[in-house]
């Protein structure tokens, strides 16, 4: 059995910030229905669906949780379906940090990984705060879990030749 257990070193979701576009949108369509209403006012009924719209919105983002133990990275979705995804650690392959202009405003990021898993060759951590802290944390988890492992991440061209490796020719 080993000696080190998993532990959690991080838990978060997305920023509400994300849903800024779909808020705004039903806010309008409320406007344009209320505005209807006044002239015609069974229409005020219609202010059910910019209602609904912004509250699975919100549940949508709410109920999107990212947990990175010592080993792995959980993915947990869905508001009445609940799907979860694990990817280990050590098939992490890059990992990007993406800011945009609004985002660096809110102290807001996106985190890109690339993987070797299967069900999950690109994975985004969208809208957390500490992006580069929680980017420079999981480096370091990433490299300590190959060392475990003994596990050395290679990559392969097209022609199936290792990057990084010329071709020596015939020895002879």
């Given at each position: 059995?080993?000696?080190?257990?998993?532990?959690?070193?991080?838990?978060?979701?997305?920023?509400?910030?994300?849903?800024?576009?779909?808020?705004?949108?039903a806010i309008l369509l409320a406007?344009?229905?209320?505005?209807?209403?006044?002239?015609?006012?069974?229409?005020?009924?219609?202010?059910?669906?910019?209602?609904?719209?912004?509250?699975?919105?919100?549940?949508?983002?709410?109920?999107?949780?990212?947990?990175?133990?010592?080993?792995?990275?959980?993915?947990?979705?869905?508001?009445?379906?609940?799907?979860?995804?694990?990817?280990?650690?050590?098939?992490?392959?890059?990992?990007?940090?993406?800011?945009?202009?609004?985002?660096?405003?809110?102290?807001?990021?996106?985190?890109?990984?690339?993987?070797?898993?299967?069900?999950?060759?690109?994975?985004?951590?969208?809208a957390i705060r500490d992006c580069?802290?929680?980017?420079?944390?999981?480096?370091?988890?990433?490299?300590?879990?190959?060392?475990?492992?003994?596990?050395?991440?290679?990559?392969?061209?097209?022609?199936?030749?290792?990057?990084?490796?010329?071709?020596?020719?015939?020895?002879?």
């Amino acid at each position: 059995m080993d000696d080190e257990s998993e532990t959690t070193f991080w838990k978060g979701s997305p920023s509400q910030w994300l849903n800024t576009g779909p808020f705004s949108v039903a806010i309008l369509l409320a406007a344009g229905i209320i505005a209807g209403g006044i002239f015609f006012p069974p229409a005020f009924i219609g202010l059910v669906i910019p209602v609904f719209y912004m509250l699975w919105s919100y549940l949508t983002v709410r109920c999107q949780t990212f947990e990175l133990t010592t080993e792995r990275l959980r993915i947990t979705k869905g508001v009445i379906n609940q799907n979860i995804d694990e990817v280990e650690l050590y098939r992490v392959k890059d990992i990007v940090v993406d800011r945009k202009w609004w985002m660096r405003l809110t102290g807001l990021g996106n985190v890109h990984l690339e993987t070797s898993d299967r069900s999950l060759p690109h994975l985004d951590i969208p809208a957390i705060r500490d992006c580069i802290g929680l980017r420079e944390a999981l480096r370091k988890k990433v490299e300590a879990m190959r060392d475990k492992k003994r596990v050395r991440e290679m990559d392969f061209d097209e022609t199936g030749d290792t990057e990084g490796f010329e071709d020596m020719g015939d020895i002879g």
